[in-house]
């Protein structure tokens, strides 16, 4: 799906208009609506993150490509903190969690 039509689906589920969008994100009305009818198909990267966060989503949000999700930061700190342990500890980790994956198998 092309940039325009995923902003729009996402102004549509946050209820605004488009003369909302424009004043929450600072984007001028005129950019705002070549953007969203597929004028402009590459705009500048700080327009397309102040209508990310006018519309309370992110960059990743707009990308529909068919690849992972980034991490979000707890699970970014949790690696984090897993790579500062020691071998025998690791492996407790890993323990932990097939047990608990098992346990949501047989429960789920």
Same mark, same amino acid.
């Given at each position: 799906?092309?940039?325009?039509?995923?902003?729009?689906?996402?102004?549509?589920?946050? @209820?605004? +208009?488009? $003369?909302?969008?424009? /004043?929450?994100?600072?984007?001028?009305?005129?950019? =705002?609506?070549?953007? %969203?009818? @597929?004028? +402009?198909? $590459?705009?500048?990267? /700080?327009?397309?993150?102040?209508?990310?966060?006018? =519309?309370?989503?992110? %960059?990743?949000?707009?990308?529909?490509?068919?690849?992972?999700?980034?991490?979000?930061?707890?699970?970014?700190? =949790?690696?984090?903190?897993?790579?500062?342990?020691?071998?025998?500890?690791?492996?407790?980790?890993?323990?932990?969690?097939?047990?608990? =994956?098992?346990?949501?198998?047989?429960?789920?």
């Amino acid at each position: 799906m092309e940039l325009g039509m995923l902003i729009q689906q996402k102004r549509r589920q946050a @209820g605004l +208009t488009i $003369d909302e969008l424009s /004043e929450r994100s600072g984007v001028p009305k005129g950019t =705002l609506n070549k953007i %969203l009818n @597929g004028i +402009t198909r $590459d705009p500048q990267l /700080e327009t397309v993150k102040a209508l990310a966060r006018a =519309l309370g989503c992110t %960059l990743e949000d707009f990308d529909d490509s068919p690849r992972p999700r980034a991490l979000t930061q707890p699970e970014f700190d =949790l690696i984090q903190k897993y790579r500062k342990l020691d071998s025998h500890s690791r492996r407790l980790v890993e323990l932990v969690i097939d047990q608990e =994956l098992r346990r949501g198998q047989v429960s789920g």
